[in-house]
């Protein structure tokens, strides 16, 4: 996680002063995964049973309107 708080204040940064660089998303996911110690098999279980219960929020009437509501804006 501390790492990834890295990546978001170097990114905002790099926005912030117009250096920004496209990334292929094909680029993000190749290589390998590497977990702590602590990815353990109930944590993997937890994350899963996570999803399921979300599963309902993302299919609902609310949701979807919500996504409607969203304004995308290009950044250049």
């Known amino acids: ?9 170097k990114a905002i940064r790099n926005i912030a002063e117009g250096k920004i660089a496209n990334v292929p998303q094909s680029e993000i996911a190749n290589g390998r995964v590497f977990y ?18 979300f599963k309902p929020v993302l299919y609902s009437e609310d949701y979807k309107q919500k ?3 969203l304004t995308l804006i290009k950044i250049q």
């Open 36 to 53: 702590t110690r602590e990815w353990t098999l109930n944590k993997k279980i937890s994350l899963i049973k996570n999803f399921r219960n």
């Open 1 to 9: 996680m501390e790492h990834a708080h890295e990546l978001y204040v």
């Open 67 to 69: 996504q409607k509501d």
